[in-house]
């Protein structure tokens, strides 16, 4: 009797064991779940869709075609890469790759002898979305990099968080000190880092941001300017799996502790808690971004 109570609780406890098992793959699971913003996956489909075996990937690789004059001789005429035209509307990008050729180029596009395809059928419109928040963001890393390696003179004074002139330093310092080469335009996320514990470097824009900064607080993120390790999540019981990956993931983050100023690095927490607020960017909001920050170019030239 006592013998068979004691094999129906040793089942109850395997039972109960495995249950625990279960919930806590599942738990670590939707943990790593990855968070992506729409330029991040609009990468990812332009790879996937073929984009680049028409577009190239630089201007140092065109692909060739051939357009037809009106004596019916053929020309060569290479394919513009996604960004030397400087195509920096969402609506018009938007156009193009959902119908193949805005209404009003469709004629001169015929005369060309490979043609752009239309996508709308193959993808929704927030795919269409995300390839053009894409476009937009490389277009935005491409015009700002020659403002950062120009050199501009800084501010005299920290501007006040919040208006466009915090934003246009603020930017300034941030992509000068690789932060966006490693947290992706804008911080939205998504460089791939293999064994990281997510498979990518987290951007700023999103709840990565808010678990690994304990919600957003300012002397924690200054604590990973200043070290490039967090602090909060490498502590508690938690904490020696977060060093582990940490320790082992293909790229760590530098300390910036000597590398900037006190100044620098609370206008950079300021940034930060900017860029988290904002969110993640859509084609409209990178058209925008791209606006704000560009303009600056245009009025210190001038
Ligand atoms: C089969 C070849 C091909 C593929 C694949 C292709 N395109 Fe195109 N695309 C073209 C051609 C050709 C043009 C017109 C170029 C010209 O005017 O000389 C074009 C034009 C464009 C333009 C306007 C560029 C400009 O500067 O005027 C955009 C934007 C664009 N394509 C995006 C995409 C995206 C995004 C993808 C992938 C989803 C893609 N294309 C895939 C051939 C292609
Ligand atoms: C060489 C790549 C690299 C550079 C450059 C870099 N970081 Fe990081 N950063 C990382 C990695 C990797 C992590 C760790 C993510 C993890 O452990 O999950 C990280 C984490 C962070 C975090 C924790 C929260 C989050 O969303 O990732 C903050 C905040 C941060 N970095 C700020 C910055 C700032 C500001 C700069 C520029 C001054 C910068 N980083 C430059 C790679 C980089």
Known sequence: MSDRRGAISARLLWVLGGLVLVAGAAAAVLERRGEFSPAVRGERLA????????????????????????????????????????LDRAEVLKDWIANGAPAAEAEAHRRLFIQMPAYSGFYDARQIDDLAAWILAEQLGRTLLATASAGREKPAATPQPGT????????????????FSCHGEQGQ??????????????????????????????DE?????????????????LGRLAKHF??????????????????????????LLLLNADGPLDAAAFEKRLRDLSADDASADS
């Open 189 to 218: 996320g998504g460089v791939r880092n293999p064994a990281a514990f997510k498979g990518y470097i987290p951007g700023f824009f999103g709840r990565d941001f808010l678990a690994l900064t304990a919600g957003g607080d300012r």
């Open 47 to 86: 790879s996937e869709a073929g984009c680049f075996a028409c577009h190239g990937t630089g201007e140092e690789n065109h692909r060739g075609n051939f357009r037809q004059l009106a004596s019916g001789a053929w020309r060569p005429k290479a394919i513009p890469t996604l960004w030397e035209n400087g």
């Open 164 to 179: 466009l002139e915090f934003r246009r330093a603020a930017d300034r310092l941030a992509r000068e000190h690789g932060c």
């Open 221 to 237: 993120i200054l604590h990973w300017i200043d070290t490039g390790r967090g602090r909060h999540i490498e502590s508690g019981w």
């Open 246 to 271: 940490g320790d082992s993931q293909a790229i760590g983050m530098p300390g910036y502790r000597e590398r900037l100023t006190d100044a620098e690095k609370q206008m950079l927490v300021d940034y």
